[in-house]
Nanobody, 127 residues
Framework: QVQLVESGGGLVQPGGSLRLSCVVS????????IGWFRQAPGKDREFVSA?????????YGDSVKGRFTISSANTKNTVVDLQMNNQKAEDTDVYYC???????????????????WGQGTQVTVSS
């Protein structure tokens, strides 16, 4: 059973930075994609970023491109970080990491493409 645990959320001022981490355990499939999504109360989950199992393919949502960076701490992608810079009030959300077996038709930007999810970590951007 794949388990994902997010950490690193908290309160940050506008223009500040936070680094989220996702620890993944129990994965037995390959190739895969690890994604970050975020969700505000009453809204659908929004795609933020994703990384391929090789680490060579990185994906970003339009709202975070140029400000957020996804990276893997090791070659097995058991720890995937999301560096968030120049944060804005609209980045306030619960952030989730997710994992899925990757197939050629997988749309990594869609929530329904992911099979395994963490519990989420709250990020609040406020002065």
């Amino acid at each position: 059973q794949v388990q994902l645990v997010e950490s690193g959320g908290g309160l940050v001022q506008p223009g500040g930075s936070l680094r989220l981490s996702c620890v993944v355990s129990g994965r037995t499939f390959d190739p895969y994609r690890i994604g970050w999504f975020r969700q505000a109360p009453g809204k659908d989950r929004e795609f933020v970023s994703a990384i391929s199992s090789t680490g060579r393919n990185l994906y970003y949502g339009d709202s975070v491109k140029g400000r957020f960076t996804i990276s893997s701490a090791n070659t097995k992608n058991t720890v995937v970080d999301l560096q968030m810079n120049n944060q804005k009030a609209e980045d306030t959300d619960v952030y989730y990491c997710a994992d899925t077996l990757y197939r050629s038709q997988t749309d990594i930007r869609r929530e329904c493409s992911y099979d395994y999810w963490g519990q989420g970590t709250q990020v609040t951007v406020s002065s």
